[in-house]
Nanobody, 121 residues
């Protein structure tokens, strides 16, 4: 069983930064980040392989967000820089028991509780 606990969300001014953390109680392999704004569908944000050598990002966050992981601590991070109001959403981390990247929510079986990120104008 894998349980995920997210932290690091909050309110930030446009142009600011936040760092989200997702700690897994069990062994996690590839992980991903998704976000969901009110009245919008959940969308892919970033993914990272088990080794951390492979990452990928949605076009909307490419160049601004960076995901990384510390496997010794079984934790994945999402560093968010140059935040924009359109980044406002609930952010979820997710894990799957495979090592490779995945981009769709139905490819992940374990989910964090979500953390609110609000970016003010």
């Amino acid at each position: 069983q894998v349980q995920l606990v997210e932290s690091g969300g909050g309110l930030v001014q446009a142009g600011g930064s936040l760092r989200l953390s997702c700690a897994a109680s069990g062994r996690a392999y590839a992980m991903g980040w998704f976000r969901q704004a009110p009245r919008k569908e959940r969308e892919f944000v970033a993914a990272i392989s088990w080794s951390g050598d492979e990452t990928d990002y949605a076009d909307s966050v490419k160049g601004r967000f960076t995901t990384s992981r510390d496997n010794a601590k079984n934790t994945v991070f999402l560093q968010m820089n140059s935040l924009k109001p359109e980044d406002t959403a609930v952010y979820y981390c997710a894990a799957r028991l495979y090592s490779g990247l995945a981009y769709h929510s139905n490819e992940y079986f374990y989910w964090g509780q979500g953390t609110q990120v609000t970016v003010s104008s």
